[in-house]
């Protein structure tokens, strides 16, 4: 795990949880429900531990008459961001959550439910108490990526200017470590920021 990964993990406030179960009764995924099915096969663990969780509904419709709100906003959602799937949405329900909304498994739980929400982008509930923590740090997320961006203006500035090789070739191996830093938020809209 990247150290941003255990900073946001390790920063996560658990107390703006309000325990609504929402999060749990009706969820769903970037990947569409065959491909995880096949990762599962394949012993991906990520896979696996969803899938273990989580039951599919049989339709969209059926997602509604649980939780119209929550599965017409995480459409929206995908909709706006251009990210709705060709293969369509399938929606899942925990097999764990009881009536009180409170986890029948809590204690023998995967990581998957431990770091809920996973990532800055997690698309959580209308509702949720994580909405505006999860706003800011996004927010983070873009500030940092805008500065590095920034630096590799610089950097191709300085590059320009420079005529010692084993200058140009730590400006090249920094220029690279930035683009890395960028490219790992491609999926999230690193490229428009």
């Known amino acids: 795990m990247s150290s941003y990964e255990e900073n946001y993990l390790a920063s996560r406030p658990q107390s703006l949880c309000k325990m609504c179960g929402k999060c749990c009764r009706v969820v769903t995924t970037s990947l569409p429900y065959e491909k995880l099915c096949k990762m599962r096969d394949e012993n991906d663990s ?74 800055p982008w997690s698309i959580v509930p209308p509702g949720c108490g994580f909405e505006g923590w999860l706003f800011w740090k996004r927010e983070e997320v873009k500030q940092k990526i805008r500065k590095a961006k920034e630096e590799l203006i610089e950097l191709k500035l300085l590059k320009k200017k420079s005529i010692n090789d084993d200058m140009l070739k730590k400006i090249t191996t920094v220029e690279q470590k930035l683009q890395k830093n960028i490219d790992a938020y491609a999926k999230y809209g690193s490229y428009m920021w």
């Open 46 to 119: 990520g896979a696996c531990d969803f899938l273990s969780l989580f039951e599919p509904f049989d339709s969209v419709e059926s997602a509604r008459k649980v939780d119209e709100e929550t599965v017409d906003n995480i459409i929206n959602l995908l909709e706006q961001d251009g990210n709705f799937p060709d293969e369509g949405i399938t929606f899942y329900t925990c097999k764990y959550l009881r009536d009180d909304n409170l986890c029948s498994n809590y204690e023998n739980r995967p990581r998957l439910c431990r770091y809920c929400p996973s990532t």
